[in-house]
């Protein structure tokens, strides 16, 4: 099994539209978490990090839920630009652990 | 932001040459550094973890005879492909993390294709 596992998608969804992602991590352990944004033929970047209270960032909220160690990325309002692949990323140990992404592509 | 540059951005070698790759950061001092490869459209994998005057550590299965890393200052560390085959076309991105911090900054990766 995975440490970290994702939907792969592909999902397609209309400008405007709300688009949920889920990810799950095996390793009780990890100690923090973030969402990662990598664009074709680029490094990541930090989309956010991930607390268990929900965090927001404009229009994309994340949620932890340790019980039953579950993420999610919202992103509302959806962009053109925010086509992309969304990666969900577990820090254990100093160390990152990626999953293996989500692709998103927004349609005009 | 803190800045990490690879270099060359991308590298194409015939099989059986070796290829170095460059990993600096360039306005803070790196005392680890990772090493990651990304196959197409899978997730990137962590080869090995790098701390500055020490040997690296190897992930399961990564060769560290093939892939040697060497971090000799606190801003540069390099990875070398030796006798490189067209299985080790990747993706190569590097990340760095300065003493006490846990945020990773990646360079832009250096794409490697080898003929």
């Known amino acids: 099994r995975k440490e970290v596992e994702q939907d792969p998608g592909p999902f397609n969804v209309p400008e405007g539209a709300t688009v949920a992602f889920n990810c799950t991590y095996s390793n009780s352990a990890s100690q923090s978490f973030f969402w990662y944004r990598q664009d074709c033929r680029k490094e990541p970047k930090l989309l956010m990090s991930?607390?268990?209270s929900g965090n927001e960032d404009g229009r994309f909220t994340a949620q932890l839920n340790r019980a039953s160690q579950y993420i999610s990325l919202l992103i509302r309002d959806s962009k053109l630009s925010d086509s992309a692949t969304y990666l969900c990323v577990v820090n254990r140990g100093r160390q990152l652990t990626f999953g293996s992404g989500t692709q998103l592509t927004v349609l005009p | 932001g803190a800045v990490v540059s690879q270099h060359p951005s991308w590298v194409i070698c015939k099989s059986g040459t070796s290829v170095k790759i460059e990993c600096r950061s360039l306005?803070?001092?790196?005392?680890?550094m990772f090493w990651y490869r990304q196959f197409p459209k899978q997730s990137l994998m962590l080869m090995a973890t790098s701390n500055e005057g020490s040997k690296a550590t190897y992930e399961q299965g990564v060769e560290k005879d093939k892939f040697l890393i060497n971090h000799a200052s606190l801003t540069l560390s390099t990875l070398t492909v030796t006798s490189a085959h067209p299985e080790d076309s990747s993706f190569y991105i590097c990340?760095?993390?300065?003493?006490?911090?846990?945020?990773?900054?990646f360079g832009p990766g250096t794409r490697l294709t080898v003929l």
């Open positions: 306005d803070f001092q790196a005392t680890t």
């Open positions: 991930v607390y268990s």
């Open positions: 990340s760095a993390r300065g003493g006490g911090a846990d945020t990773q900054y």
